[in-house]
């Protein structure tokens, strides 16, 4: 038994026999020793490195997780009241149902949980950590969207009025539909040009990231040429595609972005505010782009009738503002008719000489018939008086 005990403890690992002591050394400064150890540059290992563990103790450290010592003790120190009145037989056991204990500290406040939706909101909004400078350019640059965007929506509502109207209020506020349809056709390519080359500039964004890195990274810096240039291939399409899905396929390009911008920033990769940054600007976009689909499909419910008439609006050529088509069909079809009455007129008059015409060949022929029948009756009698007068000289001749 010993000897076999013996082959055993032979065969074991050591390292399991004698295990090493743990080191004293804190996590960070294992991982800064590595870094230093396996880079060139230990800063930029340092900072790549320490990345995570900044992410990790900024998200995770929490003050509920501190412990009240205060509390705590004057808790300890304060005396239990005997109250025999409640001890019963099943007072130490708990029940199987219990119902949630009641907090008398908590206020019943109904604007509480508005409150905090408030507050969530403003968290998730809240620009103090971004720069000053990228954060009013950033709001500068939505300010095309939104102007395109209202005024889609101004001239749209616009051409589906009647103007003028009788009230002088509405027409010194809205426009007449040449004016309006000239600049509707002057706002598209406005619009969609502006979103093409802010949806390139956030791809190029990523590119002059790149540049400032000293320590090449393989995945990162495919990632960050990838997106240079993926993000125009997928922007000026779109000028080529008509208005609305023009619109939408940037709207798509847009949120894309973001998602990847979101992605970069948890991988440590970009500075911590760039992530609401960019929630905040593509939220904006986000909306103008929204305005402007719904200013160019359907405007209220009570008007089912306005996106066919809008559609008709928005889709014609250059040509039809230069004239008024409505009047001119009117006149066209005033003339049409004024020529049918004429043919109609001319028509009935030719029929009435027709049959006035007729009326007088039947009584001129009627007058010759009744001639012709006197001549024949006039050389009828004539024949038969000279026949009875050779009849008259013949028997005289005999005699």
Known sequence: MLRTTRQLWRTAPRSAAAPK??????????????????????????????????????????????????????????????????????????????????????????TGGLKKEVNIVRDTFNLSEVPREPYLLGLAGTLPYLATSLSTVYLSWDLNLEWPSTSNFVNHIYMN???????????EPI??????????????????????????????????????????????????????????????????????????KNRGWTPQWYGTYRFVLTAIVGFSIFISLVGRTKIGNAQPHIGESLAESTHKGKSDTSRDWAQLEKEERERLRKEKEEAEKKKKEEEKKRKEEEKKNKKSGSKSKSEKKDGEDDAEGDAESQSKDEGKDGEEKKD
């Open 21 to 110: 002591p743990a080191s004293s050394a804190s996590f960070s400064t294992r991982a800064s020793s590595s870094a230093v150890q396996t880079s060139k540059r230990p800063s930029v290992a340092l900072q790549s490195r320490l990345a995570p563990l900044y992410l990790q103790a900024r998200y995770t450290n929490s003050p509920y997780d501190k412990i009240d010592r205060k509390a705590e003790k004057e808790i300890a120190q304060r005396k239990l009241e005997p109250r025999p009145e409640e001890v019963s037989t099943e007072s130490s056991t708990r029940h199987f149902f219990e119902p949630a204990p009641a907090n008398p500290e908590v206020s019943a406040d109904l």
């Open 191 to 264: 619009q969609l040009g502006y979103g093409a080359i802010i949806i390139s500039f956030l791809g190029a964004v990523h590119w002059g990231m790149e540049y400032v890195e000293k320590a090449p990274h393989p995945q990162r810096t495919k990632f960050r040429y990838g997106m240079g240039v993926l993000a125009p291939v997928i922007a000026w399409p779109t000028l080529l595609m008509p208005i609305e899905y023009a619109l939408t396929s940037q709207f798509a390009a847009f949120t894309f972005l973001y998602l990847a911008d979101t992605r970069v």
């Open 177 to 187: 539909h040449e004016s309006a349809q000239y600049w509707l056709n002057l706002l």
